[in-house]
């Protein structure tokens, strides 16, 4: 009988298997309780690709609309909105997002529905511009965009979270931005941020609070558009899960298969150990990992055996992983094959650094190219650079190591 797989490696880690990060929770609900009080303090959530970020926030919003409880606070009644930026996201098209969004969640009760009442109608004046039938220089003005758009969230948040509706009162509003290390010039989203966070104050709201997660790349980014942006955040750095809570997001995993199926599966300690070493600590490869192995599986009880098989056969766990995380990097932002040498050569030490010099005595092509490769390698941070030793580099995860003697040639 064909049983349920309870792992989701394609999604964000599901919050009933969450594990760890009770630093970053608590940093998120001292940042509630902060706000709350009006005293507003944004979150700027960095860390690489796959170490759960986007499961942070998966958890973040229950906690702050009241769904889960806070262990230390009463529970939050914050309106939450959620907002993904892609590479074309302008100005217009977030905000249009944010006022669509924040519509849906005061449509969801009577005592909101009519609340953003004219306050919002710039937005519809945004919209006669874009479609070509009018256009207004003055309304294309981003600070003009941004002044409507922070008086508009300042009115809003301070009727919602008015004492005189009682119990019917919100906290404030918290606005999740995730994938914002993808946010184009236009957006300037630095000077988005900071702009509308100081506009807030000045229209008398002190009960909005921005998340906003992103590749480390965000920082720069950020950065670039204004050069205090940061300033604004308190930053968590996401880093991999401890090996004990990595093998208590695979026992949650196989409770809830063993819920979801009449036939039962046990994990080994062998087992759980290989995922743990294999999945480095990133959530994401930790719920590949356990399902390869669960699909391995055939005796209702997951082995070493198991794990190593969903692992390495081709169309498992790392090949998936390589063709989601890895095959974009090594195929596609690198259009030389001896760059591609480099990363074969690095790969034969996994993660480990390696000397320019090891390195060269394995290269076939010249001394300089060698030399533009490693610094192409690392401004685009395919490849970390050694900060404490000079001329010695490293990939970033064993994983894309493995991936690349396993299967990197694959596309040729």
């Not at 750095?237 to 009449?262: F, Q, S, T």
């Not at 039962?264 to 999945?279: E, F, P, W």
């Not at 990133?282 to 590949?288: G, K, L, M, N, S």
């Not at 395919?382 to 490293?394: A, C, D, Q, T, V």
Request: aromatic fraction near 8%; include cysteine.
């Amino acid at each position: 009988m064909k049983k349920i797989n309870p792992f989701k490696p394609h999604s964000p880690v599901p919050t009933a298997m969450f594990a760890g990060r009770l630093g970053e929770v608590d940093t998120f609900e001292t940042a509630l309780f902060q706000t709350k009080s009006s005293n507003p303090s944004n979150l700027l959530i960095t860390g690489e690709r796959g170490i759960g970020k986007s499961s942070l926030l998966t958890l973040f919003k229950p906690l702050a609309n009241g769904e889960i409880k806070s262990p230390d606070y009463e529970k939050f009644n914050f309106i939450t909105l959620n907002s993904i930026i892609s590479n074309g996201t302008s100005l217009v098209t977030f905000i249009k997002l944010i006022q669509r969004n924040l519509k849906r969640e005061l449509d969801k009760e009577e005592t909101f529905r009519k609340i953003m009442g004219s306050t919002w109608d710039f937005v519809q004046r945004i919209k006669v511009m874009d479609s070509g039938i009018e256009k207004p220089v003055q309304t294309s003005d981003p600070d003009l965009v941004i002044d409507d758009f922070s008086y508009s969230l300042a009115e809003t948040c301070n009727r919602i979270c008015d004492s005189d509706k009682g119990d019917k009162a919100k906290d404030g509003i918290v606005i999740f931005i995730d994938e914002a290390d993808n946010a184009c010039e236009d957006l300037q989203i630095g000077y988005l941020l900071k702009a509308t966070t100081e506009l807030l104050q000045q229209n008398g709201c002190s009960k909005v609070m921005f998340v906003v997660a992103g590749l480390n790349e965000v920082i720069e980014k950020l950065s670039k558009s204004h050069e205090s942006s940061l300033r604004i955040f308190t930053q968590i750095k996401v880093k991999e899960l401890r090996p004990e809570d990595r093998h208590y997001v695979v026992d949650r995993g196989i409770e809830e298969g063993n819920r979801l199926n009449e036939e039962q599966t046990t994990v080994s300690v062998d087992a759980k150990n290989h995922i743990s070493t294999l999945s480095e600590g990133y959530p994401h490869f930790i719920q590949q990992f356990a399902y390869s192995a669960f699909e391995a599986n055939t005796d209702g009880e997951i082995s070493s055996d198991d794990v190593l098989s969903g692992a390495f056969n081709p169309g498992g766990a790392i090949d998936a992983i390589g063709s989601r995380y890895y095959a974009a990097q090594y195929h596609e932002q690198i259009k030389s094959d001896e760059y591609r040498e480099v990363l074969s050569i690095m790969a034969e030490s996994l993660n480990s650094w390696i000397k320019k010099s090891e390195i060269r005595d394995k290269f076939t092509g010249k001394d300089q190219t060698l030399t533009d490769a490693l610094q192409a390698l690392t401004n685009r941070k395919i490849i970390l650079r050694n900060p404490s030793k000079i001329g010695e580099y490293r990939l970033q995860q064993r994983g894309f190591a493995l991936w690349i003697k396993m299967f990197g040639e694959r596309k040729k």
